[in-house]
């Protein structure tokens, strides 16, 4: 019999523990700048997701019930489904943890069913909306320990006068753009090819020495603007309001057909490659319904459990259980139960043995998950309302009323 589906996997629960703490930090960052949460269905209308997806996108999607549905590629075209039918108040801020699916081939740290984490904002076209991302990028790399990270800018704005001062427009424009997407993954040489096969090499040269330009910021903007000087614009807009370091990167595409504007990645180094990436998509909401300003971002869960997974790999959580109630003899197990509710009720996680096992069992089954702390119960302690707290650690033991038991528990 076959395991899981092509692409996806089982996630134990030592992984789930890493994987919810991760979500946890992110959840918490987006929720110290007011973001709210939102969830949409898994499956979409297959126009709905075809509406702006483009020809990459769309034959990523898991189509299904025969046509009619498929199983969403990102979070942000059911926010814009959903925010173009609400009349929600401006600036519309949402945040939504959830799965998506991709039929890509998988490769090593990529699968085909995956967390993605967004936020976005909806009803403002002002670049404080960008600058306000890039700063909860900056926090939540922060969260995790990585104080150092490249913050890559960009607006289609000036990437599109590019391609019209050159001449390169329609479905060449689009072909050059998914071309340029690829550096990462393909490399400079590579990319060089596969642009002199759309646009011819003389084209190709040109294009290339304007994106490969040199320089800081003042100097990369100032070459921007002969090509877009409201993109340009909008970027030194966004540099002004951030107290980070972000440098203007005019390689930097994001392949996606619905962006707009300002554009943007963080990367953590050579290695990690992008863990975040998002820009602005003013014009996606108004094909579902009401037309309205949007900007977002989408933080790469994966790539961040795998580097808090490598972090804490020498002290893997296997439960949240802080002490196991161990039975002396079976029929002291409705004490055991009184005991462990009296714990739960105080805000400590623990857990009873439900296999009538002996106590040395009992003690080996603690110890697999390293449970710290077992509360043995038997005639004397149900007598006297107390258990025999043991630290599972060394092995020393102390009889306390329930109430101290608890306090010391939790380090009181």
Known sequence: MKLTPKGMRDIGPEDMFIREEAIGRIRQTFQSFGYRPLETPAMEYLETLRAK??????????????????????????????????????PFKRYAIDVVWRKEEPQRGRFREFYQADVDIVGSLSMRCESELLTIASAICGAFGFPERRILLNNRKILDGIASKLGIGGDAKGEVFRVLDKLDKIGEAEVEKLLGEIVGNEKTGELLSI?????????????????????????????ALCDFVVEVDLFLVRGLGYYTGPVFEIKLSEGIGTVMAGGRYDGLLGIYGQDAPAVGISVGIERLVTLLAEQKKAILKKTDSRVFVACAKPEFYPYAAQVAAEFRKAGIACETDLNERSLRKQFEYANSLAIPFA??????????????????????????????????????
């Not at 059911?78 to 108040?89: F, I, M």
């Not at 119960?377 to 650690?393: A, I, Q």
């Open 211 to 239: 994106i490969r330009a040199k320089g800081d910021n003042r100097s990369r903007l100032a070459l921007a603007a002969k090509y877009s000087e409201e993109g340009a614009r909008e970027l030194g807009e966004i540099l």
């Open 53 to 90: 997806a483009g020809p990459e996108v769309d034959k990523q999607i898991f189509v299904i019930d025969g046509g009619e549905y498929g199983l969403r590629f990102d979070l942000t075209v059911p926010l814009a489904r959903y925010a173009s039918a609400t009349d929600a108040p401006k």
């Open 375 to 412: 509360a043995i119960v038997g005639e004397r302690e149900k007598k006297d309302k107390s258990v025999t707290l043991r630290d599972m650690s060394g092995g020393k033991e102390e009889v306390l009323p329930i109430q101290d038991a608890i306090s010391r528990l939790l380090g009181r």
